[in-house]
């Protein structure tokens, strides 16, 4: 739909809260790991790149003119055995003109529409890590949209992660405690920037963490989006 | 098309107050505050075993009134269940009309706003003595959300919020350096916007690793908007 179209529900304008009123119009997808309490494996990478340390990305194949993709949230979840000696997870967010996919260790995804009413035909095209971190392939007009840092502390299983890209409102901080946490699992979120994937253009996001160790982190995953 | 006016007024208030006061919302609830009903001992995810309510839309296609839910508190009156870390969850919606059964009681939602009747074309369930049973498809059925809940220890009247697609950023929790023994907590985490377009359902499933001991007993507030 064009953006100047207004959407008016049964003659309600606005009543709703932002994210309500993207769905009732059909405009909200998201992409999950497709069994619930199975995870997929990711990679122990301790260090920024630029290319090995893909998490996911989508890709806008609406024409010109058609749908921006808006990214809403990112939720981790870090069902199996966690890493030891974690401190922060890290994260950058990149947009690049034209299409792009993870390639490696990757998957493609299908977005699902969270309203019944309409057909899962979303513009986007989703690949995520699978069994390893994907490999970003090299583009042109890349730009680094956001930097992102989580304090979780120790990790521990069951922890989740949520990226905020961009609600309004406050962001949340997190309390460090007088002793790293061991077995009581924590819901952290993080904000992110606003992101839009423009017609023929892509956004992806990696992930790395200081200084976590011996095992291989494992995520379950959630990725919201709005098509307007 | 006619816009809703408050006395003249057009989106002064938050959006719950401004859906209340033209007449939108309601809440249905377990029976009796104060008194818990007992869930059930799930320990993995299941597509059709795990169900703890069902609200389908039975407002005809052509009229194209959405029901979106709002919130879902659960609040664990009773005994809590022992060895508790994590609560999952997955909200599902297909299309056509899908009633859990089995361990199921069907709950009268009332409007929010006393001057509007409690007319509503939500049919709800909710889990009663167990855990619903979600029966096969009837329709194209869609996981629109996973949710997770780091309850650590569940202690006795614990409180457990889902937020279905509200404004702002979602809150976390601080997990601690020892497990919490008998100081209760308010939790509160983020779900998808649910809509349930006209003759269609939403369930959501619940479990909660790795719970040992002791049935978990949750009393309940699922508030919606249908407009």
Redesign the interface.
């Known amino acids: 739909m064009a953006l100047f179209v207004q959407t ?13 009123q ?3 119009s059909g405009k ?1 997808y ?1 992409v ?2 497709p ?4 995870a997929i494996a990711f990679a122990n990478n301790t260090a920024f790149s630029a290319t090995a340390n893909g998490l996911w990305c989508i890709s806008n194949q609406n024409p010109t003119g058609g749908a921006t993709i808006y990214l809403d ?1 990112v ?1 981790l ?1 870090q069902t199996a055995t966690a890493p030891a000696n974690g401190l922060v997870v890290r994260a950058e967010c990149y947009t690049a003109s034209g299409v792009v996919a993870l390639s490696g260790a990757f998957l493609a995804r299908t977005p ?7 057909p ?1 035909n979303s513009g986007g095209t989703v690949t995520t890590f699978a069994a390893g971190a994907g490999t970003v392939p090299a583009t042109s007009n890349t730009r680094l949209v956001g930097v992102m840092s989580a304090a979780e ?1 120790a990790i ?5 992660l ?1 990226f ?1 890209f961009g ?6 901080g ?2 460090g ?13 993080v ?1 992110a920037p606003p992101m839009s994937i423009a017609p023929g253009y892509s956004g992806w996001m990696n992930l790395w963490g200081v200084a976590p160790d011996t095992n291989v982190p494992s995520y ?3 990725i ?1 989006y709005a098509e307007v | 098309m006619t816009q809703i006016l408050l006395n003249g007024q057009i989106g002064l208030q938050s959006s719950r107050q401004s859906l209340v006061a033209a007449g939108k919302m309601f809440a249905a609830t377990n029976p009796t505050p104060g008194t818990a009903v007992a869930y059930s001992l799930k320990t993995g995810f299941s597509i059709s075993a795990n169900g703890l309510f069902s609200i389908s839309n039975n407002n005809p296609v052509a009229s194209g009134i959405n029901i979106q839910l709002d919130r879902l508190k659960l609040i664990q009156t009773a005994t809590a269940p022992t060895g508790t870390l994590v609560m999952r969850s997955e909200v599902y919606t297909e299309t056509g009309i899908v009633v859990m059964t089995t361990a199921a009681l069907a709950v009268t939602p009332v409007n929010l706003n006393p001057s509007f009747s409690s007319s509503t074309q939500a049919a709800v369930t909710f889990f009663s003595a167990g855990a619903g049973t979600i029966p096969t498809a009837v329709g194209t059925r869609r996981l629109v959300g996973v949710g997770s809940l780091a309850t650590g220890v569940a202690v006795t009247h614990d409180s457990y919020t889902f937020e279905f697609g509200a404004d702002g950023q979602a809150a976390g929790t601080v997990g601690l350096t020892a497990a919490r023994a008998t100081d209760p907590a308010d939790l509160v985490t983020w779900m998808s916007p649910v809509t349930i377009a006209p003759n269609s359902t939403a369930w959501m499933n619940l479990w909660w690793v790795t719970q040992a001991a002791n049935t978990p007993s949750f009393e309940w507030e699922l508030t919606y908007s249908e407009l």
């Open positions: 008016v529900l049964n003659g309600q304008i606005g009543l709703g809260s932002s994210r309500q993207l769905a009732a909200v998201v999950t790991n069994t619930p309490g199975t949230r939720k979840i699902v529409n969270v309203n019944p009413g309409y899962s502390g521990v299983r069951y922890d989740s949520t905020e609600a309004d409102g406050l962001s949340k997190k309390v405690v007088t002793a790293a946490h061991a077995v009581d699992p924590t819901d952290i979120v904000v379950e995953f959630q919201q």
